[in-house]
């Protein structure tokens, strides 16, 4: 991993976002495996018959706009999706 900061700089494509004012408020994300096309195979330098993994993200603002939206195509085998979150206390009456 490379520390130095991308052409962005600290706190990349986000913190361009938050410079124009556009604050982000939420983030959706699929994730689903399926067969690598002819293509991806050669592109990503997989072996015969290693799957894919597609991670589709969009990015919004509170009011709603869409500020990104990414899809990303992983070899299967060198893939990790990790979320940690804090659970709301509904006891609390929090909404998440």
Same mark, same amino acid.
């Given at each position: 991993?490379?520390p ?13 976002? &938050?410079?124009?004012? &556009?604050?982000?408020d939420?983030?959706? #994300? ?37 500020? #990104? ?12 999706w #990790? ?14």
């Open positions: 991993m490379d130095t900061p991308g052409p962005a700089g600290r706190g990349g494509g986000f913190r361009v976002l &938050y410079d124009a004012g &556009y604050e982000i939420r983030m959706k #994300e699929a994730v689903f495996a399926r067969a690598a096309t002819p293509d991806e195979t050669k592109l990503l330098q997989l072996p015969a018959g290693e799957p894919v993994v597609e991670l589709h993200r969009t990015t919004c603002t509170a009011s709603g706009t869409v500020v #990104e939206f990414a899809i990303g195509v992983h070899a299967a085998s060198r893939f990790a #990790e979320h940690d979150f804090k659970v709301p206390d509904p006891a609390k009456g929090e909404k998440g």
